[in-house]
């Protein structure tokens, strides 16, 4: 099925289900507005858009590995990256692996919420980071690959030899509004993004 008609099959879903580049955004307590008034047109674009990273589990593909000392770091092995994270993102994340159209992709979720079971168990997620293609391109070149079909918003952030890095934020709600516990971890957590640090493997 392509991301056309997964988007016509997701059109009526229920209304609860309706990144360090130096480009990535501020999160502060604006988000928190904008989240809520984009609701609606932002829930199909999340739901399709893990429905085709997940396009095919990635079998072969490996777990993050986390450093066991000093900074908050983690491996994106299959896609060449290296992230440090802010020190607030200790013990309160975790990183799933899977295929995407033309590569692999990297979902992080918070998680105080994801997996924990209830009705907001899948939810959580904080953003997701992607590798596309097999040679470098300019961000112009990467919009006319027309990924996704266009279906879904993503942002490029930077190329390296081997491929290119797009960055997807998630615009809808992802927490429990009736728990203000798991509420504010979740900005803590979001609001530290632009914190986090990238280091490539075969940098041009």
Not at 92 to 98: A, K, R
Not at 173 to 190: A, G, I, R
Request: with cysteine.
């Amino acid at each position: 099925m392509n991301s056309r008609k997964m988007a016509e099959r997701i059109g009526n879903m229920d209304d609860r289900l309706v990144q360090q580049a130096q480009n990535i955004p501020n999160y502060g307590a604006k988000r928190r507005n904008k989240l809520i008034r984009r609701l609606s047109l932002c829930a199909a674009a999340l739901l399709l858009m893990v429905c085709s990273f997940a396009a095919g589990t990635a079998v072969s593909a490996k777990e993050p590995k986390k450093t066991v000392e000093g900074p908050e770091t983690v491996f994106l092995e299959e896609i060449g990256l290296t992230m440090i994270l802010p020190e607030a993102w200790k013990d309160g994340y975790t990183v799933e692996v899977s295929e995407m159209e033309g590569g692999y992709s990297y979902a992080f979720y918070d998680s105080t919420i994801h997996g924990q079971g209830g009705e907001w168990s899948d939810f959580g997620t904080l953003f997701f980071i992607g590798a596309y293609g097999g040679r470098p391109m300019t961000a112009e070149e990467l919009e006319e690959e027309n990924v996704f079909d266009g279906a879904i918003p993503y942002r490029y952030l930077f190329s390296n030899r081997n491929t290119n890095y797009i960055l997807i934020d998630v615009t809808d709600v992802q927490w429990d509004p009736s728990n203000p516990e798991t509420e504010q971890h979740y900005f803590k957590l979001m609001e530290s993004i632009p914190e986090i640090r990238f280091v490539l493997d075969n940098v041009l």
